[in-house]
């Protein structure tokens, strides 16, 4: 599917899952190596920026956060831009809410003919690539939030629980980080492109600054992030083993008072003659007695030693 936006001059076209037609067009209309084509097509890559005489090609891997039963996951969605002087292309297989968002941010400005800011394609470029960037913030904040709700389930007596869930967490981060950081050298390279090109006059370098500090602002907070889920993981490791101590304190205590028990119950249970207490008419009553008075003994010396409550 091909949407185009047009305004003062200036053409966006989107291609969402393009066939092979729409490819061959737009490769026709705006005279492009066969290569940037072949790229715009359905097939994955890796982040990456190829610079050619009127245009530049820069494919950017996003990570987006979703749904997954009951959990979440991030999933790497693909976007292909090829930005020209006055023209800017951008291709994906998928869905992408922010890119969707800003188009009709895009038409009704265009509508009101308002965004006089945007000079030419590298200026849209550089918008849609900052929207983008707020969805991206807008997960890790959404992720940040899981790690407070789970920081007060783990204070809550939720430990065992929370193991899960910061694995779950912890799988987010990673795969955020790996996809996130393939970014740096998009923009590094793009970086010195733009102080030497004039293809988007010179101010345009200041523009790619921006999004190489926002790039970096990202990958700051996913650490931050990964800090805090550490810490988490840490306090919810000694809750849960302080949490299996106690309940292997318990049952070791337990079975300490029921050992000697057991051995008074099998001596005067052991077949024999004359077992004393056995054939009395209060035996079975002295018997317990004694167990009793041996159990009391044993709580009362855990007590002195503070080993139970």
Do not use: C
Not at 71 to 90: C, H, Q, S
Not at 243 to 250: A, F, G, L, Y
């Amino acid at each position: 599917m091909t949407t185009t936006h047009t305004h003062r001059g200036l053409v966006w076209i989107d291609l969402q899952s393009p066939n092979e037609k729409e490819i061959a067009d737009i490769v026709r209309r705006y005279g492009l190596n066969p290569l940037v084509g072949e790229e715009l097509k359905d097939s994955p890559s890796s982040a990456k920026v190829n610079f050619y005489k009127d245009y530049i090609l820069v494919v950017l891997t996003l990570p987006v956060r979703v749904h997954s039963g009951d959990a979440y996951e991030i999933v790497d969605r693909e976007v292909d831009f090829v930005i020209g002087k006055n023209f800017l292309i951008t291709s994906r297989t998928e869905t992408i809410e922010q890119l969707e968002y800003f188009a009709k941010i895009f038409d009704a400005n265009a509508a009101l003919d308002k965004d006089s800011a945007i000079e030419h394609a590298g200026h849209l470029f550089y918008y849609i690539v900052q929207r983008i960037y707020n969805g991206m913030f807008q997960d890790l904040e959404n992720i940040k939030d899981s790690l407070r709700m789970a920081e007060s389930h783990i204070f809550n007596g939720d430990e065992k629980k929370m193991v899960e869930i910061l694995s779950f967490l912890s799988r987010e981060l990673i795969d955020f980080k790996q996809t996130a950081h393939s970014h740096h050298d998009v923009w590094s390279e793009l970086t010195t492109f733009t102080e030497k090109s004039a293809l988007f006059g010179n101010e345009f370098s200041s523009y790619v600054h921006t999004i190489k500090d926002e790039s970096n602002h990202i990958n700051e907070t996913i650490v931050n992030s990964r800090e805090l889920l550490a810490d988490l993981r840490e306090t919810n490791d000694a809750l849960l083993n302080t949490k299996q101590n106690e309940i292997i304190k318990v049952l070791t205590l337990v079975s300490f008072i029921f050992y000697p028990l057991t051995f008074i119950a099998s001596v005067f249970t052991t077949p024999g003659i004359d077992v004393p207490l056995t054939q009395s008419k209060y035996g079975w009553w002295i018997i317990d007695g004694i167990m009793l008075v041996v159990a009391i003994g044993i709580v009362v010396y855990f007590k002195k030693k503070d080993w139970i409550k």
